[in-house]
């Protein structure tokens, strides 16, 4: 998979990009991570690639050409399973069946908005998809990018070992993953659940289960009318509704 992003501060993206899993995945040639300097593609003599809005107002807007001279220039040769996205707080919210959505892709072009966000022109024109990390404003879209670069690379076949298998994460099975306990078996007056030290692996599966269902419960029950839930769920999740009084 490749990602090219297109940003206004590309040291930002240093940090994020050259440690443990991204990184790893990156010298093994699992993804490919290119970031563009927009400036790069700016055409007057002072590299300008934001201007006041029309109508007044505060703030900067970016402007149309850079921007469509960049994508332009780094979608060559695309086809099949490339995308534009623009990251964008009015955009879809991000969640993860999107999230595995387009880690089916090939080729994802992200652009990073900065000040008060992008000429209209540059959505009406040139994106295939808007996606918002949240409901709430960042200063600029290198968060939310790197944001999607790696809920997305730790999807893609090997990049994530065996141990830190994405299988039974949180909201990829539609429930809040079970809790986890490692040594010391006693601390601070606080035990390891003893079925995980039993050995039994079919015991270790049900409670695990039941405490995934308890988590969602508890924390989330609204993922709980669409999470797909088996006769066996259904009936420790009436466990558990009876357990805690819900
Ligand atoms: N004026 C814009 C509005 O009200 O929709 C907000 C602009 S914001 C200050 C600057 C840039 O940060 C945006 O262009 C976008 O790229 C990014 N951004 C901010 N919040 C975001 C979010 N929740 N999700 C995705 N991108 C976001």
């Known amino acids: 998979m490749r990602f090219d992003i297109l940003t206004l501060f590309p040291e930002m993206f240093q940090g994020p990009f050259s440690h443990s899993i991204l990184k790893r995945a990156q010298e093994r040639s699992l993804i490919e991570i290119h970031v563009h300097y927009l400036r790069d593609w ?52 991000l969640i993860q069946s999107l999230v595995e959505e387009l880690a ?70 539609g429930l809040l993953e079970y809790p986890h306990y490692t040594r010391p078996r006693e601390f601070r007056g606080l035990s390891v659940p003893e079925v995980l030290l039993s050995g039994d692996h079919a015991r270790i599966a049900r409670w695990r289960r039941k405490e995934s269902l308890r988590r969602t419960l508890l924390r989330r029950p609204e993922l709980l009318a669409t999470a797909p839930l088996s006769e066996e769920d259904l009936q420790l999740l009436a466990e558990v509704r009876k357990e805690e009084g819900k």
């Open 42 to 93: 700016a055409l007057d003599k002072h590299k300008l690639t934001d201007d006041a809005p029309y109508g007044g107002g505060a703030g900067m807007v970016m402007k149309p050409e850079p921007i469509f001279r960049a994508v332009e220039d780094l979608s060559q040769g695309s086809g099949e399973g490339f995308e534009v996205i623009l990251l964008t707080p009015q955009g879809v919210p």
């Open 104 to 173: 089916a892709k090939e080729h994802l072009l992200l652009i990073a908005g900065h000040y008060e966000g992008v000429d209209e022109r540059v959505r009406q024109a040139l994106v295939d998809r808007e996606i918002s990390i949240g409901d709430y404003v960042l200063t600029g879209g290198e968060l939310p990018a790197m944001v999607l670069v790696d809920a997305i690379s730790r999807l893609l076949p090997g990049v994530l070992g065996e141990e830190e298998s994405a299988r039974d994460d949180s909201h990829t099975t």
